[in-house]
């Protein structure tokens, strides 16, 4: 599969917003499950968000209200919208995709909010 190819990411002050998006080469993009985990030091690495093949979205609850997800098909991209950023968002934020069983990753990019 080709790389997942990320963008989007930087500094910004707290309560600003970031819009992170993820090309993913290759086919049946349209079947993938895409979506965002993100990782801040010291901690595990966690969902965001994610939008499934048949278009559901699910979100983790600490940023339901902020975050929105979305992906355009025809351009094999998904897109992270992120508005009322918080200081504790601040992570090396992945973007996924999943085929059946397989799970693939991009090379992450840098979110930091300040505060």
């Known amino acids: 599969q080709a790389q997942l190819v990320e963008s989007g990411g930087g500094l910004v002050q707290a309560g600003g917003s970031l819009r992170l998006s993820c090309v993913a080469p290759?086919?049946?993009?349209?079947?993938?499950?895409m979506g965002w985990y993100r990782q801040a030091p010291g901690k595990q690495r966690e969902l965001v968000a994610n939008?499934?093949?048949?278009?559901?979205?699910n979100y983790a609850e600490s940023v339901k209200g902020r975050f929105t997800i979305s992906r355009d098909n025809a351009n094999k991209t998904v897109t992270l919208e992120m508005n009322s950023l918080k200081p504790e968002d601040t992570a090396v934020y992945y973007c996924?995709?999943?085929?059946?069983?397989?799970?693939?990753w991009g090379q992450g990019t840098q979110v930091t909010v300040s505060s």
């Open positions: 939008i499934l093949s048949t278009r559901r979205r």
């Open positions: 290759g086919l049946h993009f349209s079947l993938n499950d």
């Open positions: 996924y995709r999943k085929y059946g069983s397989a799970v693939q």
